[in-house]
């Protein structure tokens, strides 16, 4: 089991360029998250999902995207990037309500 | 809105003595806390859940207590070691949605030999 695999580690990306954040996991877990962690600070959800072709919003939906078209994949998608959106993005899943997340190793994102 | 607090400063601790980190939440009773490590530059590590009708939850050399009255949950390291020094996170769900996990902003634990 490779548990959540992120990618990529690391990113520099100018102001209003796009990309995609890529999640797996091979656990069969059907929620799935995405958070970011400023330096310092907690983690903030952006977004979740509770199962395939179901997402909804977190706390800090804003200048993101995200899809869930199979249980193993979650991509996020930054479109017109910010220099608000340089963080450590964290993607997380778990077997359910109330159940331990198991993170993946993160991606380290800056925006210049 | 809901709001979770733990100790903004960071705790530093004679080896082999007890850490104990704070969590405080308001405007909201949730059913549950997660308790979770973090290293830097790593995703966190679930640690201990703990629900509103248990007081206190136990593994290994942690402990976790869940106070619904004074809104506050404790965690406890006893019998510290260098090797515990991370930053510790609560979470939990939120009151809009079970499916929606509230992270605090940590407190960073550096336990000296």
């Known amino acids: 089991n490779a548990g959540v695999t992120q990618t990529p580690k690391f990113r520099i990306l100018k102001i209003g360029q796009s990309m995609t954040l890529q999640c797996t996991q091979d656990?069969?877990?059907?929620?799935m998250y995405w958070y970011r962690q400023d330096p310092g600070m907690g983690l903030k959800l952006i977004y979740y999902?509770?199962?395939?072709?179901?997402?909804d919003k977190g706390e800090v939906p804003n200048g993101y995207n995200v899809s869930r078209s199979t249980t193993e994949d979650f991509p996020l998608r930054l479109e017109l990037a910010a220099p608000s959106q340089t963080s450590v993005y964290f993607c997380?899943?778990?077997?359910?309500?109330?159940?331990?997340?198991?993170f993946g190793p993160g991606t380290r994102l800056t925006v210049t | 809105s809901q709001k979770i607090e733990q100790n903004s400063e960071a705790l530093n601790i004679q080896e082999g003595k007890t850490a104990t980190l704070t969590c405080n939440y308001t405007?909201?009773?949730?059913?549950?806390l997660q308790w979770y490590r973090q290293d830097p530059g790593r995703g966190p590590v679930f640690l201990l859940l703990?629900?509103?009708?248990?007081k206190e939850k136990r593994k290994e050399r942690l402990k976790v207590t869940f106070d619904t009255t004074l809104k506050q949950s404790l965690f406890h390291i006893t019998a510290s070691q260098p090797a515990d020094s991370a930053t510790y996170l609560c979470?939990?769900?939120?009151?809009?949605?079970?499916?929606?996990?509230?992270f605090g902003s940590g407190t960073r634990l550096s336990i000296r030999p």
């Open positions: 997380a899943s778990s077997t359910g309500t109330g159940a331990e997340q198991y």
């Open positions: 656990m069969n877990h059907n929620y």
């Open positions: 999902s509770v199962g395939a072709g179901i997402t």
């Open positions: 405007n909201y009773s949730p059913a549950y």
């Open positions: 703990i629900r509103e009708n248990e």
């Open positions: 979470a939990f769900p939120s009151y809009s949605s079970a499916s929606k996990i509230i």
